[in-house]
């Protein structure tokens, strides 16, 4: 028994007679029977409804997860939770070609530590980018944890273009967080270490192992992180933790906190307490403010230390210049989070029972009196915890991080010991409601909830176990991700959806109507530098390249082949495919693979994308599309020929495995001629029809014209060589001919579908 | 504008009543006003109600699908269709730490081809093992298309535990697909190439290119292929497809098709017409024949050539024994499917508007009478289309592949061209009902559908394109599957499904209840072997070895704990951390990872995994758990240091952060004995229910017992340190007695939930 149901579905089903209306034939089941089969409640269906999304429809918003240890971002669909796509960040990722085409390992190969590649990711944080605070859609930032880098994706295509190294770090927790107009995406630190890198024995701790915080600086247009505009700031050696931006009042200014100020090491295997023990022993730790803009200006005015050639701003130049300043806060803290307006700082701590909330305007004022309790022990102020607090409010074991709604004043927190999440007035100090999640909630997200203008309705709750929610699939189960609904008073958990790949930090929402990403490239993009390619190849223009020892391809890809179709090459060779899709029509991605070599692309219409490997091994390699990208997919096919070093050229002739003779090709002419007549009977439904108003038919009619003319062209050449009684090519191109029809047809068959269930209407 | 909707809503809605009835506070929404607000009309109520599946609930079936380039399996719940996990199989994937632990990577080292690492996979068909021709969910086999490879899967952890390369192709496409009692598994090759590699001109295809099929032994005991007890036989170049075992009467048969029997060569790139436009000139290929039960015999007889130390039969032996004939089929088919009881098999064409049913009654008939057309250039014998056909059935354009239904006669076709679903009785040849799918189905699956037993109920289809199905997000779309209703007269579309990540080929799908994978592994397990590792670590067992260059740690993981917590190596030294994961808690995974160095672990209950790395880089690195195992988490830390070499250790003294007195102490002390006032009611409350019917509560009931158990055993040391008045441990000691008690809270409050949310009763 999996949980206790309300049993008044047939009650209600006596009402509906909804199972009549939709049956029609005498065994479809009616609503009230399906209700009664699944044992659902009519809070169900409530839910059911307000989550399904039927063919075609659209959700509202549009999350992206970080996807924790898989490297990589989950972007899915709100309300139907529906998963739209994987994005390959750190972790190379074949679909997507990512890592096993050149451009992208160039992407990748960004990322390097120390010489040494580093082919997967801890994700922990995503950012979009704002303009004056608001979400933008246009470029999204993630950190990774474990070795301390930061990436770009553009939102334009949903591709990785950059990753960035941090210099002076060894680990980081506390990023992305963007600045209101995401001048900078600020990154801190987690784990102490010496800055930049380097050998300090752990006895050295207090002296040489350092945190640390960088302000990104973000070039919008070039749409890249500049790496030679962007500074850090020394931290004490505590660990610091998320961070936050200021905005409205607070703009200018930003919040990272932190544990283990107790600056513990711990040694369990020489019987000493463990790092958890000695983490949280002292009742509070410190949420670090800083005056990002005061800092912008003594990093412009050259006070900083360059460390691995970055510019670092001491602990001492951070004190005397008045950037930094510390507050208490309640013991290992996760979330801290300012309100819309920047008004207010929510802090969690993991082991209290109450969020902090802290006024901006009372920190200000106590620094500008300067009135402090004491300093740290490297001299940074301390604002007593009294002149800075607005307010606690006691939510719960373990409140973790919060969102906002687009109600004033109020607020979601996750509490992760118990497992609720908690809806709050943050103005007035008054709970709202409550509802329990399963297991062990950790960030939530609410709609564009960290954001100047939070837009409501959902809350989801990133929760980090699932334990008993799911179908069982062995003992790494999923992370489970569940939908709450906040339009009302009271909250309600509307949907469970599991993930299945990595385990998410945080994630943010967005209006799904604020993206605009492309559905085709400009012809011959190299999507990861947004570029012209300048290997992109035209159709006519494909040729192969020989010097000594290399070989360059220069290939096109269509419905439903590879130029070129045959590549010999010698054992030892360099080759390089570069391949251009030069389809126009929307999802006609066509892949690339060579058997027994480590490469594939993925190239989208109008994409340039290159495979590179050395021929090392003799032999015959076939390749071919690896995406099904119209019914002859399996023949768009080739062959590489790796020849053994310094073998001649075996002089036979090919000889054709089947001969056509005038009657074959008479015969596939005329089957061509049928195959028009269906054609012309599709084109001329959709013509009579109002299809103009449909764009996505318009799409495809574009798309079928384009494969018409192709279709003329094989045409034309089977009329040649029908011309010199060639009947072995004039049967062939005949079938050529015939395939692009075939495509035609297909195209016009969709459209015709579609016309035909989305109501339009005959026009003649 | 999306679709057109029936307007009816207002007037159901007036008939429910359901909005009061759920409501309760005065804002929430009616069902009349969600279907409103949403658009949904009375069917995709009644799609939903079929779909939706309740916090907790479970799906009916449970598919695993190919992901295509992804080069992994996806499993997802039907009617759910939620996504519930990524396998690895091919790809390296860092959540799993498939490709980042030691493990898993000799699993992957078996999939190098010529000393080359693959790192990635085109996966196509997956398999369940069957028993007696039922599914019995033991194990799973997937193949790579591109590098020709055979993984097989664990479905009691869903692990990938092997990986074979085919000996003697360059290519396949038509595995796996087992015999009737997973004997083996059949892998037909795609494209032709000399067979077993090497280099061979195109000029001579005919004569030196070859295809093949090889049936792998599957030892079930040891859950492997056996390599040495399998064997392939020789077939002509042409491109050999999809392939299916006999069942029932046609058991010890199997059937492989073919696509390009024309044996054209392309060229475009020198004025000759495509391979599309070759391989699909002639109006049939050729479906093969095996007696696989004869070459079995044959094989174990001796009479086979070795090729790179595998057996294979040679064409002419297979001709001269009577194993392998001929049947000319429809061009460019893709499905070959085996009815249920054995007696059908039906050819899709993707190019034919009809399926062509052919009798395997006929055809032994055919064998048996010698009554061949002739034979093929290799000199195979081929039997009359009209010999072996029992029908041919115009469904439609592009027939692609079949699945069957719980109903004796019905199939289900899926048309490529037409984007439909046809619905037929394949004994009489009549169609049943057809619907339209979205766009450009490629295989689909109904329930246990090529088995001796199919389930009926569900069929999904898998179509290849998405288009304007989903929210955008970018050029590269999702593909989308498509859940259809068959269980009453009219098929019904109720869910469209999008893949986030890979183009998944072909689904299985088996009833939830024959899978009962683990929860927890037995102590010290090597998952990828399935046996007790050899550097599994006992707690208490912690140590670190050390040798000339080399350091090994044996260590443990719990919440919230590494063992040991400090590693000191030198520069270049070889360095291993052997983690075994102590907790026996559902779902209380660990990760490890080292920053900086390019090793993730995922260390599930009871599992022993090894991260390994050259420490090439003088420095300090963090290591985490990179799992949210508790509320202590981001403090499950420790340090790797590694020392310059030769650098002399430095003598100092380390200097606690934080110093403790008895004050500290005796406040620690305090709210641990407060918070076992929580424990107790939390305690309390429970055990006043009927909480042993809920195994899940049981299960974390245990684990509470287990967490009291370490607060007691780190009070102990508390007291004993605070006898000798070292209050500095006294105050850490408590600190960890009370780390111990937050976590047995913590499962408390879960356990509490459940109870209440699933009507627990009060016993006493």
């Not at 900078?184 to 192992?209: C, D, H, R, T």
């Not at 050259?302 to 309640?330: M, R, Y």
């Not at 082991?351 to 004022?365: G, N």
Request: proline share 5%.
């Amino acid at each position: 028994m999996i949980r206790t149901r309300l049993k008044q579905t047939a009650a209600v089903a006596a009402l509906l007679g909804i199972g009549a209306v939709v049956a029609g034939a005498a065994q479809a089941e009616s609503l009230d029977q399906v209700m009664k089969r699944r044992n659902l409640t009519q809070k169900d269906l409530l839910s059911a409804a307000k989550t399904y999304t039927p063919t075609g429809g659209r959700d509202e918003f549009v999350a992206f997860s970080s996807g924790g240890q898989s490297g990589q971002v989950i972007v899915y669909g709100i309300p139907s939770m529906r998963i739209l796509k994987y994005i390959a960040v750190f972790t190379p990722e074949p679909w997507q070609g990512y890592g096993y085409d050149e451009e992208s390992k160039a992407v990748l190969a960004q990322g390097k530590i120390g010489g040494r590649d580093i082919t997967w990711g801890d994700t922990h944080h995503p950012a979009i980018t704002e303009t004056n605070g608001d979400y933008d859609g246009q470029w999204l930032f993630i950190n990774d944890k474990s070795s301390p880098r930061l990436a770009v994706i553009s939102l334009h295509d949903f591709e990785t273009q950059q990753i960035v190294v941090n210099p002076v770090m060894q680990s980081e927790h506390g990023g992305a967080f963007v600045t209101p107009n995401s001048d900078y995406v600020i990154e801190a630190s987690q784990y102490p270490a010496p800055l930049g890198g380097g050998f300090a024995p752990l006895e050295e701790f207090n002296e040489k192992y350092r945190g640390a915080v960088t302000y990104w600086k973000f070039d919008r247009e070039a749409g890249r992180i500049d790496q030679s505009k962007s500074f850090s700031i020394e931290l004490p050696p505590y660990s610091q933790d998320l961070s936050d931006a200021g905005k409205g009042v607070s703009d200018g200014w930003s919040f990272t906190n932190s544990f283990c100020t107790e600056r513990y090491v711990g040694g369990i295997e020489r019987g000493r307490p463990p790092f958890e023990a000695g983490c949280s022993a002292n009742d509070t730790d410190f949420l670090h403010v800083f005056n990002w803009k005061k800092a912008e200006e003594v990093y412009k005015a050259g006070k900083t230390t360059k460390i691995n050639g970055h510019d670092v701003i001491s602990l001492k130049t951070a004190v005397d210049e008045g950037i930094l300043f510390l507050i208490p806060e309640p013991k290992s803290p996760h979330g801290v989070d300012v309100s819309p307006d920047g008004k207010y700082i929510v802090v969690g701590g993991k082991l209290d029972s109450q969020v902090s909330i802290y006024s901006f305007e009372k920190i200000q004022a106590s620094i500008a009196a300067k009135k402090f309790s004491g300093v740290d022990a490297y001299g940074v102020p301390i604002i007593d915890i009294k002149d800075a607090l607005h307010k606690q409010v006691a939510l719960g074991l373990g409140p973790l991080h919060t969102q906002y709604d687009a109600k004033p004043c109020v607020a979601y927190t996750s509490l992760y010991v118990d497992s609720q999440v908690a809806k709050y007035d943050y103005c007035e100090g008054k709970i709202l409601d409550k509802v329990s999640v399963h297991y062990n909630i950790g960030h939530l997200m609410s709609m564009e909830g960290d954001s100047v203008h939070p837009k409501g309705k959902y809350v989801v709750a990133l929760n980090k176990l699932a334990i008993d929610r799911f179908n069982p699939v062995g003992p790494l189960h999923p992370q489970n991700h569940q939908l709450i609904d906040v339009s009302g008073d009271k909250m309600e958990v509307i949907y469970d959806m599991p993930l299945p790949l990595g385990e998410p930090h945080y994630s943010v929402a967005i209006a799904a109507d604020k993206l605009k990403p492309l559905v085709r490239y400009k012809f011959g993009t190299d999507s990861r530098t947004g570029k012209t390619s300048p290997v992109a190849t035209r159709p006519g223009q494909e040729r192969i390249e020989r010097s000594p020892g290399e070989v360059k391809v220069f290939g096109t890809l269509i419905r439903s082949h590879i130029t070129p179709e045959i590549v010999e090459v010698e054992e030892g060779d360099k080759v390089s495919f570069h391949l251009t899709n030069t389809e126009r029509a929307e999802d006609e991605v066509h892949g690339f693979a060579v058997s027994g070599h480590n490469v594939n692309l993925s190239v989208e219409p109008g994409k340039t994308a290159t495979a590179a490997f050395t021929a090392d091994r003799p032999g015959v390699y076939p390749y071919y599309c690896t995406e099904f990208c119209s019914a002859l997919h399996l023949e768009m096919e080739g062959y590489l020929l790796v020849k053994p070093k310094g073998l001649a050229q075996a002089a036979a002739v090919q000889t054709a495995g089947v001969t056509y003779a005038k009657g074959d090709f008479d015969k596939q002419y005329k089957s061509c001629v049928d195959t028009q007549a269906v054609i012309d009977s599709v084109v001329g439904y959709i013509t009579s029809t109002n299809f103009k108003d449909f764009p996505q038919v318009v799409s495809m009619v574009e798309d079928a014209t384009d494969q018409l003319n192709f279709a003329a062209d094989a045409r034309k050449k089977a009329d040649e060589a029908a011309k010199k009684e060639d009947w072995q090519n004039a049967t062939l191109w005949a079938g050529q001919w015939w395939q692009y029809q075939v495509k035609a047809a297909d195209i016009g068959l969709r459209a015709k579908t579609f016309l035909e269930q989305n109501g339009a209407k005959k026009v003649k």
